[in-house]
């Protein structure tokens, strides 16, 4: 290693990328068979600019913005930082996550029953499999969410169920109720479209593959033996805020808002007519620099404020399309400056939604082997290139 001789077969390498609601992040990581853990050798994100964005596709132009600033980071000075870490290495892969609202996760469940036993086999897997997709893309078209095409970037099984017990391969067994959970994934074309255009670019040799990042965020915590038999997922970015819910190990429901922290920090900065950047400053936990500023109006202003973003947050956790009430147990996942913040609020809006009480997790870089990583969803997408981009399908 570190440049001398070839690099092992069991060596990979790959540009992690992470696209979020209002910044893109992007990492070279190399995985070796055995490690528990990847090494990220370099890592680079580009942050849009907190702007009053009415229009969605003006976000779209600056996420596209910063998706070609990266990979062009990558040409300028990760290839660099690769070559003085290994030259032997090669990047082969390119794996890209898109969080909402620029991907749609949708898992729909097909059920086939006959009152006489049957043969579960590969033709009758495929054939619910597909009617499964196809209920997936129309109700993700029903929404009428995007506005430039979508995409397919996820088209996977996550669950079979023989006679109600989970299988995990198929080889002809019998049964007389068979139940299929499959996801499917969409993204908006045009960010697609710049991803490809910025692999070609920069390294035409590698292979793109694609994810929601909740799909990636659920297979990860699977991954790590966490308790995920019964859980909310939160993923907040600048710009969204995606809930998930999970049953009985099998992701169920996906659904998002157009409102995440940067969203909040201009809500604050026009009501109490402050910088964005000081109502940011905020989110972080500096309160006491907030409270100093402002006039008791102002403050009771901002209280208001949080009192509605929890309303809204607790108004989103009723509307996943479950019948139940949100699960107790809750994996939040935000930028590490936030997460307090944001753990106070999202444990009000849950008592708010159910009346109960809820317990709930940070997803930090704690939770993985050789989490020294500042950059969390990039970590957690190193972790998957680390696990062959599997999902154990385990419950």
Known sequence: MFGFGEASKSDRCAAIVDIGSGSVGIALVHSKVGASAPTIVWSHREHALIKDVTDIQATVQQINTALINVFLELGATGRKALKSYDSALQIETVQA????????????????????????????????????????????????????????????????????????R????????????????????????????GVDKVVPQAKVTTFSFMYLYYCMLKNQHLDVA?????????????????????????????????????????????????????LKGGASFIDEKLSEAAQKQLAAIISTYELKIASLFKSTGDTLSIPKTVFLHTDQFTEPFFQEHMQNAAAEATGGNHTIHLVTAKLLAGGEADDTPILLSAHFFHRDMNCDMEV
């Open 97 to 168: 996550a898109i969080a909402a609202p620029w991907s749609y996760t949708v898992t729909k469940t097909v059920n086939f029953t006959d009152e006489h036993p049957f043969t579960v086999d590969d033709e009758l897997i495929e054939s619910l499999t597909e009617t499964a997709e196809k209920q997936a893309v129309a109700a993700i078209e029903e929404t009428e969410m995007h506005t430039q095409g979508l995409e397919m970037v996820i088209d996977a099984t996550i669950n079979t169920r023989i006679n109600g017990y989970n299988v995990t």
């Open 170 to 197: 198929i080889n002809d067994q019998t049964g007389r109720h068979v139940a299929i959970a499959h996801t499917s994934a969409l993204a908006e074309k045009s960010i697609l479209d710049t991803l490809r255009e």
């Open 230 to 282: 019964e859980a909310c997922l939160i993923d907040i970015t600048s710009e969204a805020t995606e809930v998930a819910i999970v049953r009985d190990g099998v992701l169920q429901h996906v659904t998002h808002a157009p409102y995440g922290t940067y969203t909040l920090a201009r809500e604050i900065a026009s009501a109490c007519v402050i910088p964005k950047e000081e109502a940011y400053t905020y």
